[in-house]
């Protein structure tokens, strides 16, 4: 996908063009009038700027997830060792994801003053300290608190999204968002393939030797993801950039950019009410998905009896969708807005929405094992398209705070995430009705698209189309003709 205002590809020098610059040519088409972002994505591309920040994005949120779940599949042992209830595993899964939240708010405005790079390393690094330190859990309160700031690693979400959004075209930001966060969220599957089937099982066969070979396994085995954490902290931080023109710092240094207030960006971002709309429906998408992360392996363990490695084995397919699904919603948004403009963005999110939450409820009804693995699937295909066609809609909410907005949208998923884990810790519900919650709160956050309105946008019921819209509208009709 192309713009019809791009340069062409290597040999055109952009040197031409206002301001500093830290590259004098591109190896991919870029728009010059979105200031050099890219117009194509070449996944086999590794090149600096826009690949190399593309592929960094994407790799270090998969770390991220690593750190941030590396702990779920060792539940069922962790409650063991250490005797703790339903209610107190519950307790820990939701700080998991609470200490996410406050991250996100801090980190979108941050994005704007300093830019992606830097807070993606030092994040990675912090977050890897308490993954590090599991083994020293002896407690309900040790196990809530060290969990609580391992969820300092679900923050990279904003910056993740953030460096897409400054490397490509809004014409095709939608599917770049949208894959580098479904191959991020694909950590999550991993962690569960990787953890409880891979190196749970090694670990046990290091030390058994000793008096508890499964303990001293849970307890160390989670060092692996901190290393790796700190090491892809450091490549990023060394080998990539901000944006498609340089980094925060070398622009500023030159001229090329102000100094934003994160204040300000803050507040534009938290005043927009198309921004707490979308934190609404983020909350349910990627809010069931990290509720899914923490649930099914406990919720296949305990229903139909299996062993914490075919829980953990079964409970990854969740994630596993995340290869393509993400991907596609962000996709489709961006096929539906080149024919319909925003309304084709919001279209696909209601009724990507509406497919999600009636397959929760469907779920919600399985009754075998087969049967509630071949719902899931589609379930988390649904549930991660719609997050790709959210992230879609996000770049037009405020261009000028991108890093709030992203940020506050984002924290929605870890707010919907505490929702429903309370559903869930909740003893008087079962499981069941916590799922059969889920699925009609989705349905009911879908019918919010109505009232999502973009300046210079139509939208599903109002607004109207500015002179520059409609020319984009022109032009991609063209494109596609063509």
């Not at 063009?17 to 991919?28: H, R």
């Not at 950590?187 to 089937?197: D, E, I, S, Y």
């Amino acid at each position: 996908m192309t713009s019809s205002r791009s340069v062409t590809r290597t040999e055109v020098d952009t040197g031409s063009a206002t301001g500093w610059k830290k590259y004098d040519k591109y190896p991919i088409e870029v728009d010059r009038l979105q200031d050099d972002k890219a117009t194509e994505i070449l996944l086999c591309n590794f090149e600096r700027p826009h690949m190399r920040a593309f592929h960094c994005s994407w790799f270090a949120f998969f770390v991220a997830f690593f750190v941030w779940f590396s702990i779920t599949p060792l539940i069922p042992e962790i409650q063991k060792s250490l005797g703790l209830s339903n209610e107190e595993i519950w307790t820990s899964n939701i700080a998991n994801v609470t200490g996410t939240i406050f991250m996100r708010v801090l980190l979108g405005p941050l994005c704007d003053k300093v830019g992606p790079r830097i807070l993606f390393a030092v994040v990675l690094g912090v977050s890897a300290i308490p993954a590090a330190c599991i083994g020293f859990v002896h407690t309900t309160t040790g196990l809530t608190i060290i969990r609580s700031f391992i969820g300092l690693a679900g923050g990279t979400f904003v910056m993740c999204q953030y460096w897409t959004s400054s490397m490509f075209t809004k014409e095709i930001v939608a599917t770049a968002n949208g894959l580098v966060a479904g191959w991020g969220n694909l950590g999550a599957g991993v962690t569960q393939l990787l953890v409880g089937t891979l190196l749970f099982p090694l670990f046990k066969e290091i030390f058994k030797g000793t008096d508890n070979p499964t303990e001293n396994a849970w307890r160390t085995v989670c060092i692996f993801p901190a290393v790796l954490a700190v090491i892809t902290g450091v490549f990023i931080y060394k080998l990539s950039d901000d944006t498609p023109k340089g980094n925060f710092n070398e622009l500023k240094k030159n001229g090329s950019m102000g100094d934003p207030s994160a204040i300000q960006s803050f507040r534009k971002g938290f005043y927009n009410i198309n921004t707490w709309i979308l934190l609404i429906q983020y909350g349910c998408c990627f809010g069931v998905e990290l509720t899914m992360n923490s649930a099914a392996a406990a919720y296949f363990h305990d229903t139909y009896r299996l062993t914490t490695d075919e829980s953990a084995a079964i409970a990854s397919i969740f994630g596993w969708m995340n290869l393509f699904a993400r991907g596609l919603g962000g996709w489709i948004s961006d096929i539906l807005n080149m024919k319909w403009g925003m309304r084709g963005r919001l279209y696909a999110q209601l009724v990507l929405l509406i497919l999600e939450g009636g397959l929760v409820l469907i779920f919600a009804n399985s009754n075998s094992l087969i049967e509630s693995i071949n719902i899931m699937v589609f379930f988390s295909m649904f549930v991660q398209a719609a997050e790709g066609s959210t992230y879609g809609i996000v770049p037009y909410v405020d261009p000028d705070a991108l890093g709030a907005v992203t940020g506050i949208v984002g924290a929605g998923g870890n707010l919907g995430a505490v929702a429903f884990g309370m559903a869930f810790r909740d003893q008087e519900i079962d499981e069941r009705k916590a799922f059969f919650i889920m699925g009609c709160s989705i349905l009911a956050s879908a019918v919010t698209t109505i009232f999502i309105t973009i300046d210079g946008h139509r939208c599903i019921l109002f607004g109207k189309d500015s002179v520059e819209t409609q020319t984009q509208k022109r032009n991609n009709l063209t494109n596609i003709r063509q």
